[in-house]
């Protein structure tokens, strides 16, 4: 043994010697032919390529995304694959994730790649800033050959694949400005589109237009515009805009950021919470025409519309009430609408990323026209008084019913009665614990007949 030693130490001090005088004396061309053959001989006998993905980059500073990607993308598929599988409590569910000894074997279009999750166990121990934090890396295996498909194909694969599952984990978030500040807090409204209570033709064209448009990074590019959208909800209060807006955030999977004008003093902190929105968002701006002095139009409107304002009366009051209160914030708020329209325009033309700016209003007709033209405002969605197909989604959502002989009875007073579907649902919301879906409906009828008949005495006064 100690003579196989000696003679292969001999012989590695005459390669190194060898080596180092040609490094010393050959011409420089030599000595890159030379290192490519070496290169090419190791790449022969070892024809493997390792690409690692670490979880922080530059001393913990900051989070590696291909690797909370590559991660989301690799626990979705190698839990089913694994012998060995940890648990971990990942936001209140339980996770099953690869035990970091395994391997995982994927492939796609017919070349076959290896996964490893290894870490380098920390040594310093930091009694500030809590337990020492290991660095874990995927490595990533392919063979040589399959280089351009892995580096290009493969990894946009599992890019893609990756973002989109953890945008399916992903909490959403409801964001409220208090000043030029946000707070945040976990979004967790139940509406969904489907609840909603609307013209069926109408909630299809939203469902179209927002797939369309989560779909379409490419076309905004190529057509050289910023990759937003912009939706005017309007129609009288309880007619379901603000449940809309939650509704289209949790059918994008996006955050929202509710923005209270009134609260925002000057154009420039307005700028400054703007800047702040992240991408796959939907920004609101709730009572627009409260929340910002829109002058002019409001009192030609006012005088011209007299005979709309006495139909909508009762809808009035309840909206002056808002205005009021809004007029107070606006008497110390500076915020304009040039302000406004520049951040439409102007901020999001410099931003990368999906938004959606919403505003609602109760009074389409006051706001300015600058505010809601088409390529700001791209879809102008009105919400109705409760209709028969409006009712039946929300006798399916509150009484889980389809059908009723009552329905006949429903169907014709809510042709001659304006009721919202925020009445409607109350009505229909059982009172008491086992109440049979009849009383509900039958409270239903009542109530349209009384509606029908207050309407009709208004008329007659
Ligand atoms: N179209 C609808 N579909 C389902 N539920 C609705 C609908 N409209 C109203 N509701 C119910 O009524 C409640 C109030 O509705 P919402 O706040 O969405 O109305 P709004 O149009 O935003 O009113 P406002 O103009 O006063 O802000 C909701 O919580 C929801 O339960
Ligand atoms: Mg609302």
């Not at 000043?179 to 033709?201: C, G, N, Q, Y």
């Not at 992240?278 to 005979?307: M, P």
């Not at 033209?373 to 409006?390: A, K, N, Q, S, V």
Request: with cysteine; net charge positive; glycine share 4%.
């Amino acid at each position: 043994m100690g003579e196989i030693w000696d003679l292969t130490s001999s012989k590695l001090a005459s390669i190194l010697f060898i080596w180092a005088m040609v490094q010393k004396f050959c011409p420089y061309q030599i000595h890159d032919f030379i290192k490519k053959i070496s290169n090419k001989l190791a790449r022969l006998f070892d024809p493997y390529v390792e690409v690692r993905f670490f979880e922080y980059i530059g001393d913990f500073k900051k989070t590696n995304e291909a690797f909370s990607v590559i991660d989301h993308y690799l626990t979705s598929k190698s839990t089913n694959q694994s012998k060995k599988l940890q648990g971990e409590f990942v936001k209140n569910s339980l996770v099953l994730k690869t035990d970091e000894r395994e391997e995982f074997h994927d492939e796609f279009e017919g070349i076959k790649v290896v996964w490893t999750l290894r870490k380098i166990v920390s040594q310093t121990k930091s009694v500030l800033f809590g337990p020492p934090k290991d660095k874990r890396y995927y490595i990533l295996t392919f063979h040589g050959r399959n280089r351009d498909f892995v580096t290009k194909s493969y990894l946009n694969h599992v890019l893609e694949q990756g973002k989109n599952i953890g945008l399916s984990k992903r909490q959403k978030k409801l964001y409220t400005n208090c000043k030029a500040k946000w707070s945040r807090v976990i979004f967790e409204h139940p509406a969904s589109l489907e609840t909603i209570a609307m013209d069926p033709k109408n909630k299809k064209e939203i469902v179209d237009d927002l797939i369309r448009f989560s779909k379409s990074k490419d076309y905004y590019a190529r057509i050289g515009k910023p990759w937003k959208r912009g939706y005017l909800l309007y129609g009288p209060p309880g007619t379901g805009k603000s449940s809309l807006v939650a509704a289209i955030a949790n059918f994008l999977k996006y955050d929202i950021y509710d923005i209270e004008l009134t609260n925002v003093k000057t154009n420039a902190e307005l700028r400054k919470l703007l800047i702040g929105i992240t991408s796959k968002s939907v920004v609101v701006i709730e009572d627009i025409d409260c929340s910002l002095d829109l002058t002019g139009q409001r009192k030609t409107n006012l005088e011209n519309g007299k005979e709309k304002e006495e139909m909508n009366q009762v809808v009035a009051s309840l909206h002056e009430l808002k205005s009021e209160a809004a007029t107070e914030n606006q008497k110390i708020s500076q915020v304009t609408l040039s302000g406004l329209l520049n951040f439409i325009d102007g901020i999001w033309s410099a931003s990368t990323g999906e938004r959606l700016i919403i505003f609602t209003t109760n009074y389409v007709e006051r706001l300015d026209h600058a505010l809601i033209r088409r390529g700001r405002m791209d879809m102008h969605i009105e919400l109705f008084y409760c209709g028969f197909d409006g009712f039946k989604i929300l006798a399916m959502n509150y009484l889980n019913l389809e059908s009723h002989f009552l329905f006949e009875t429903i169907r014709s007073l809510l042709e001659e009665t304006n009721m919202t579907p925020a009445d409607v649902a109350e009505n229909l919301m059982p009172k008491v614990a086992n109440e049979d879906v009849e009383t509900s409906l039958e409270r239903l009828i009542q109530a349209l007949r009384s509606c029908k008949e207050e309407a009709e005495k208004k008329r007659r006064d």
